[in-house]
């Protein structure tokens, strides 16, 4: 006779909540590995001139 089971999800919630489910940790800088080189040098570039602005606001706001 022919085999005919041929998956169950018995005990495996069981299996997965003994360890307790938990959410990937979240890190406040996400890796730039493997991002278009393009784009990371625009943004090197936009992170340098924001600050320039900066600058430029809090030297008219100290006046």
Same mark, same amino acid.
């Given at each position: 006779?022919?085999?005919?089971?041929?998956h169950?999800?018995?005990?495996?919630?069981? $299996?997965?909540? +003994? !360890?307790?489910?938990?959410?990937? &940790?979240?890190?406040?800088?996400?890796?730039? =590995?493997g991002?278009?080189? $393009?784009?990371? +040098? !625009?943004?090197?570039?936009?992170? &340098?001139?924001?600050?320039?602005?900066?600058? =430029?606001?809090?030297?008219?706001?100290?006046?």
């Amino acid at each position: 006779m022919a085999k005919s089971k041929n998956h169950t999800t018995h005990n495996q919630s069981r $299996k997965w909540h +003994r !360890n307790g489910i938990k959410k990937p &940790k979240t890190h406040r800088y996400e890796s730039l =590995k493997g991002v278009d080189p $393009k784009f990371l +040098r !625009n943004m090197r570039f936009a992170k &340098k001139h924001n600050k320039k602005g900066l600058k =430029k606001m809090q030297a008219n706001n100290a006046r």
